[in-house]
């Protein structure tokens, strides 16, 4: 029974550098998508020429970071690591669900779906890390949903002209609307 504890405590041991290893690899590549997120919904408005959209995301990122690093200095929670009392809510998270957030409001489910699962996997690499706890990561986003519910409206095509296309049973249809 000895042994069996010996060389499990010796497996760990042999393990954690590159467990320490792995965990640096999440954390850094968890702080460049969060700072990716936002960049790419700003690369997209201006791929579509959406001028109003480039200052909401501006707007929107600026009210949600500045709120969680405003938060931060006012909510005295320790984080995991014992490191210091600048938990809540995650700044990280809040960068990347700002762009996230955007893109969903204004471009929808296409845009963003991804963006939220990139968010969703800076949220796992800041508790993960040990920087935070699974509820200032969820405030964060929840900040960041709630400035784009406020500050950004659906995208308009140039022209306004909307097209789907619906599919039945026994028939299909494509639908063109206008919209003045």
């Known amino acids: 029974m000895r042994r069996r504890i010996l060389a499990c405590a010796m497996m760990l041991l042999a393990a954690s550098p590159a467990l320490a290893k792995e965990n640096k690899t999440i954390t850094t590549l968890g702080t460049g998508v969060a700072i990716a997120v936002p960049v790419i919904a700003g690369f997209i408005t201006i791929e579509k020429h959406d001028w ?15 709120t969680a ?9 320790r984080r995991p690591d ?11 998270t809040a960068l990347s669900a700002s762009g996230s ?20 996997f800076v949220s796992y690499s800041r508790v993960q890390a040990d920087k935070h706890h699974w509820y200032d990561t969820l405030a964060s986003s ?18 306004n002209i909307n097209t789907s ?9 494509v639908q063109l609307s206008y919209n003045w």
Do not use: C, H, N
């Open 142 to 159: 929840a900040m960041a949903a709630g400035y784009a519910y406020v500050f950004t409206t659906p995208f308009k095509q140039r022209y």
């Open 165 to 173: 296309l619906q599919a039945t049973p026994d028939s299909a249809f």
């Open 101 to 120: 957030a955007f893109l969903w409001a204004r471009y929808g489910w296409r845009y963003g779906l991804p963006a939220m699962a990139a968010t969703q």
């Open 82 to 92: 014992g490191s210091d009392f600048q938990s809540f809510p995650s700044d990280t």
């Open 69 to 77: 690093l405003a938060l931060k200095e006012i909510v005295r929670e």
């Open 52 to 66: 109003k959209g480039t200052a909401q995301l501006g707007v929107e990122t600026i009210l949600t970071v500045g």
